[in-house]
DNA sequence: TCAGGGTCTGACCGATCGGTCAGGCATGCT
DNA sequence: AGCATGCCTGACCGATCGGTCAGACCCTGA
C-alpha cells in the first residue's frame, strides 16, 4: 500500500463521516471505519490520535461555523435576533448535513468531550436568539422544536439538493417562530388564526 | 431479598426507562440498570428474557396509542388528516415523554427488532397525515421538522408540566403546519378522544 | 418434615470494544 | 552501502458487553 499520508489520512475522515452519520459515534467502530477504508484498525489510529480525536477533526468546520454565527448573534435583540438565527441556523444546518447527522441523539454524551465544551452553550443561546429572547415559555419551545426538527430534517433528507431545503426551511421557520413583542407591521399570513 | 415478583419486574421496568432516556438504549448496560435496581444483572435477565425485550415491554403502551393514532388516521384527509395528527401526536409525545426520548436518536437501528417492524410505516403516514397528503416539498419538510421536533422538545423539557406543553405545542403546530390547497370550513371537530 | 417451585446470585462464557506495541517495508538522504 | 524516517500491520491487552448456568435461599402446601 503506502499511500500518500494526506491521501489516507483524507479517506479515513470520509469513511468515518459515512459511518457516523449512518451508524452513530458510538454505534461504529474503529474496526467499522477501516474496513471501509480498507485498511486496518491499527492504521486509524496511526493517523489520529484516538477516537475522539477523529470525531473532533470531523466535526471541526461545522464547529467553527456554529461559533461564526454565535458572535453574529451577540448584540442582537427581539425580530433581528430572531432573523438572523434562523437564516444562520438553517444555512448551517443545511450545507452540514452529515456533521448534524453524527450528533443527532447523543448529543449529551458527545459534549462532554473537551472538542465540543461550548456547542452546548451556544446552541442555549442560539434557541434563545430564535425566541426573540422572549422569556414566554411558547416561545422557548417554539425555538426549541423548530432547532431540533431543522437538524432532524436535514439529516434525513439527503436526496433534497440545498437549493430546494434551504428556502423551504426559512419559510416554515419564519411562520412558526413566536412574533415578539415589538413586532414592527408585518403583512398578516392569510390563514393566521382562522383554522 | 426475595421481594413480590411483580415488585421487582416493576422497579428493573421503571429504572431502566429512566436510564434508556438519559443514555439510551445502546448506551445503557444491564449492569446500569441492575445497580439502580439494587440486584444483580443475572436478575435482570431472570424477569426478562433478555435487553431487547425488556425495551419492547417499555415501549408497549406508546406503541399501543401510536397504532390507535394511525387506525383514527384511516380515512382521513386534507386539513381534518392534518388536525388529527398534530392533536394525536402532540398528546402522545407529551404523555410519553421518557419513552420518546428512548427512542431518540436511535431510531433507524431500533427499527429493526421485530417489536418495532411497523413504527418506521406508522411515523411515515402520519407524517403523509401531518403535511395533509401532500406532495409539495415545503409540505412534507414542514410536517417531517415537526414531528421530529416536537419528538426532542418532549424529551427535553422534562420540568414544564403536561397542562403547559401541550396547548403550546399544538398552538405552533397550527401555526406552522402549510395549509393543504382545499380547506373546506372545518367546525372544531369534537374528537371522540377515547374509542 | 420434606419436597418443590419461585426468586435471586456469583462465576463464567465468547465476542467486541478502544488502544498499544514491536517490527516489516519501502523510500530517500548521506 | 548504511542509516533514518514515514507508513502500515498483526498480535496482543484489559475492559466491558449481553447472555448462560448451577446452585443457594426462601416460602408454601402436603
Redesign the interface.
Known amino acids: 500500500m503506502a499511500r500518500a499520508v494526506s491521501e489516507t489520512h483524507g479517506e479515513i475522515l470520509a469513511a468515518a463521516a459515512r459511518r457516523f452519520a ?3 459515534y ?2 461504529t467502530s474503529l474496526q467499522d471505519i477501516a474496513r471501509e477504508v480498507g485498511c486496518s484498525k491499527a492504521t486509524v489510529l496511526y493517523h489520529f490520535a484516538n477516537k475522539e480525536a477523529l470525531l473532533a477533526e470531523l466535526m471541526a468546520p461545522a464547529i467553527g461555523v456554529l461559533q461564526d454565527l454565535d458572535d453574529r448573534l451577540g448584540g442582537l435583540t427581539g425580530a433581528a435576533a430572531q432573523e438572523v438565527a434562523a437564516q444562520g441556523f438553517v444555512d448551517l444546518a443545511v450545507r452540514f448535513r452529515r456533521e448534524i447527522a453524527v450528533l ?6 458527545l459534549l462532554c468531550q473537551p472538542a465540543f465544551a461550548h456547542i452546548q452553550e451556544i446552541s442555549d443561546r442560539l434557541r434563545d436568539a430564535l425566541a426573540g429572547h422572549s422569556d414566554r ?2 416561545a422557548r ?2 425555538a ?10 436535514c439529516a ?2 439527503v436526496d ?1 439538493p440545498d437549493d ?2 434551504r428556502p ?2 426559512l ?2 421557520v419564519r ?2 417562530v ?1 412574533p415578539v413583542a415589538v413586532s414592527l407591521p408585518q403583512p398578516p399570513t ?2 393566521d388564526k382562522d ?1
Chains 1, 2 share one sequence.
Open positions: 449512518v451508524t452513530g458510538r454505534g443527532r441523539g447523543e448529543f449529551p454524551e415559555p411558547g419551545i417554539a426549541l422544536v423548530l432547532l431540533a426538527g431543522i437538524s432532524e430534517a434525513e433528507f433534497i430546494e431545503l423551504a426551511l419559510t416554515l411562520r412558526a413566536e392569510t390563514e383554522s
